[in-house]
């Protein structure tokens, strides 16, 4: 119960954060153009609003709604998600959006996302300026990675470094390095000491987005960092900073370890649980025989990521905002590039909704996290809203640009057919990214 309420107050601090940015940038172009903003909404308010206040003087009232689905600005003479069209057969006002010059209207409409994709290269600077930037250079990892069935089955093999795709060199983890990989004819990997080409499918994609796992993390080496007295590893012997490189003959990496002591803890046999570790000390190899039940009897204390090359890199104030801003663009071309997959099956069945997006906040409260998690949402939200969908701020840029290239306006009631027609898709959307977690959810 406290990880959900930990996850769900994040996912509702960033969104909130998000709305207003949004919102704002259309409240903000608007003002600068002398439009008149009837309402700034945070969250939708069907029915009834939780909180709200005009100022003294002021043509706008703010307020909060009860339903977190995003929020709005109400621009005068503007056909919206308000659909207030008793307004539009009005007489046309000199404050109103549709008095204003088509490229006007063009930048109150851009605003949004403008403001949207500024903030999460800020947030980016700032994240990099704060605690730099740190990650495992995947060619550099000691003992390889650990991939699931899917890569086995195209003929990656446990331990496998990964090199290049398409002779492009892989760096580090992340959307990139997948990508690359889903894209390319051929990956060169370094098993065994030499370099080996694996062919990748056609299908590829479709294949990982069917599965449930991560196609493939670090194998991290099995090293003592303490010990704990009286336990079988102290009684025989082994010490601090003991590198386990084997059990029973057989070479593994410390998840291996831990699958084979669930395995044999699983047997009731007693020899099973007999078993032979080599290890390294001081660069000379030795063995050593335990009997124990289980992984947590053994006694041994490991830091993972502490055994991994990881390469640091510290920005100041002013280096931080081109290194923002390269972060922001790549994060930005990365989650494009894999929007075609969703246009697929097995793309469509792993839309998610507010479960989804809650589950990518860490459990424990991380500010790290969550301002990388709030640009990386920043940029989907700016990237989703111009999409030309009508209901969204790209369908209203579409015929806005539509209107300077034509000369002449879409009529009025063509706009509310096609606000009409996109909300049904948004919501249709909606409907189905949140069935989706229902279903991951039960099943």
């Not at 005009?54 to 005068?76: A, D, M, R």
């Not at 041994?300 to 390269?326: M, Q």
């Not at 930005?332 to 246009?343: A, D, E, H, N, R």
């Amino acid at each position: 119960m406290e990880t959900f309420l930990i996850r769900a107050l994040q996912l509702i601090m960033s969104l909130s954060l998000l709305v207003i940015i949004h919102e704002g940038g259309h409240f903000l172009f608007a003002r600068l153009f002398k439009t008149r903003v009837e309402k700034f909404c945070l969250f939708f308010d069907p029915w009834f609003t939780l909180f709200k206040f005009k100022p003294k003087n002021s043509e706008t009232e703010y307020g909060i709604g009860w339903l977190p689905l995003g929020g709005y600005v109400k621009i005068s003479g503007m056909i919206d998600e308000s659909m207030d069209t008793e307004q539009m057969k009005q007489p046309v006002k000199p404050w109103e959006f549709r008095a204003k010059p088509a490229w006007q209207r063009l930048l109150i409409m851009v605003g949004g996302v403008l403001f949207n994709f500024l903030l999460a290269l800020f947030i980016y600077s700032m994240i990099l300026f704060a605690w730099g930037d740190a990650y495992i250079p995947v060619q550099k990892a000691p003992l390889g990675m650990d991939y699931n069935e899917t890569m086995h089955q195209v003929g990656f093999r446990d331990g496998d470094v990964l090199i290049s795709a398409d002779g492009k060199p892989l760096e580090r983890m992340g959307t990139d390095l997948l990508t690359s990989i889903i894209d390319a004819r051929q990956v060169t990997v370094l098993r065994d000491g030499h370099e080996t080409s694996v062919y990748i499918p056609e299908d590829m994609v479709n294949r990982l987005l069917a599965d449930s796992v991560r196609f493939a993390d670090f194998r991290y080496p099995f090293v003592i960092d303490s010990l704990l007295p009286g336990r079988p590893a102290a009684l025989a012997g082994l010490q601090t900073g003991d590198s386990i490189t084997a059990m029973d003959g057989k070479e593994i990496a410390y998840f291996d370890f831990r699958l084979a002591m669930k395995q044999r803890a699983e047997q009731a046999d007693s020899a099973s649980r007999v078993f032979t570790l080599a290890y390294v000390r001081g660069g000379v190899s030795d063995t050593v025989t335990l009997a124990v039940d289980s992984l947590y009897e053994i006694g041994v204390v490991t830091a993972l990521d502490k055994h991994l090359p990881i390469v640091r890199k510290e920005y100041n104030f002013f280096s931080s905002f081109p290194a923002g801003v390269t972060l922001g663009v790549n994060t930005l071309k990365g989650y494009v590039s894999q929007m075609k997959y969703v246009f697929s099956k097995e793309g469509a069945k792993q839309l998610g909704g507010f479960g989804t997006i809650g589950s990518i906040f860490p459990a424990t409260w991380d500010w790290h996290q969550f301002w990388y998690m709030t640009a990386f949402l920043s940029i989907i939200l700016a990237f989703m809203n111009i999409l030309p969908i009508p209901a969204l701020d790209g369908g209203h840029v579409l015929f806005l640009l539509y209107e300077i290239i034509a000369r002449r306006k879409p009529s009025d009631k063509f706009m509310e057919r096609a606000q009409m027609a996109g909300m049904f898709i948004l919501f249709a959307l909606l409907i189905w990214a949140n069935f989706n977690d229902l279903l991951r959810f039960l099943f």
